[in-house]
């Protein structure tokens, strides 16, 4: 009865796992691709003569090799946007810095196990522990437990539900028909015991706006190469849009 109870328990704890594992594999076979903004930037809308935006796109990341800025520049273009080198000269300045770049949290994949394959290889290696034990009615079923739990950990890592994100913030600066008055205070921290507080105040002719956007892709093993292009894609998309 024992040896029974245990060889179902057995069997019930593969097919479980093997539930969660199929579950990943087909829930998650398309790439899924989603890009969120912090808050929304309203900007008015200016002549064509005045469509002209210095764009200045930084990486502080770990892969500097992801570069938004050919890309931006093309898309600002196709809508109609002069794309310059001067500050001075353009009414839209957009800076972006992107902070992260690669693998994010994913879910727990614990349970990822071929519910087919997982069984039927584990009740082959239960059966080689078996012979190995003497023929025992319990050595068989101890087998089967063990040569399931091997080749589940064989499984579950061959089906993980992978994560790749990118963050970046931006700022963007419209110049103003009017006068803009800026203060700003720092604290700037002198050793272990003391500070320094540093304050300046001045007027500018430039409106600046900030917010954050993240872009993540999401799919079963998935790999960099293929989450590249539509992260890159999803950005572009946001930071161009905002024009």
């Not at 082959?124 to 025992?136: D, L, M, P, Q």
């Not at 419209?174 to 050793?191: A, N, P, T």
Request: net charge neutral; aromatic share 6%; with cysteine.
């Amino acid at each position: 009865m024992k040896t029974l109870l245990l060889s179902v328990l057995v069997v019930t704890t593969l097919s479980l796992t093997g539930c969660g594992a199929l579950h990943t594999a087909v829930a998650k076979r398309n790439l899924d691709v989603q890009t969120k903004m912090s808050s929304s930037i309203f900007l008015d809308p200016v002549e064509p003569e005045q469509r002209t935006i210095f764009v200045d796109i930084r990486n502080t990341s770990d892969k500097p090799e992801f570069d938004l800025k050919p890309q931006v520049v093309q898309s600002l273009q196709a809508r109609g946007y002069q794309v310059i080198d001067s500050p001075k000269r353009a009414h839209y300045w957009l800076q972006a810095n992107v902070l992260q770049v690669g693998r994010s949290n994913a879910r727990d994949t614990n349970s990822a196990l071929a519910a087919g394959p997982g069984i039927a290889a584990g009740a082959v290696s239960g059966y080689a522990i078996h012979r190995a034990t003497g023929g025992a009615t319990g050595g068989a079923a101890i087998g089967a437990a063990v040569g399931g739990a091997v080749v589940g950990t064989v499984v579950d890592a061959m089906v993980e539900d992978v994560y790749y994100s990118v963050i970046t913030d931006i700022q963007i600066m419209e110049r103003f028909d009017g006068k803009v008055s800026e203060s700003s205070q720092h604290q700037l921290i002198q050793g272990d015991s003391g500070s320094t507080t540093s304050t300046y105040h001045r007027d500018s002719n430039m409106r600046k706006y900030q917010t954050r956007v993240l872009s993540f892709a999401n799919q079963a093993n998935l790999k960099w190469p293929e989450a590249e292009p539509e992260l890159t894609q999803g950005m572009v998309r946001a930071l161009a849009g905002l024009f």
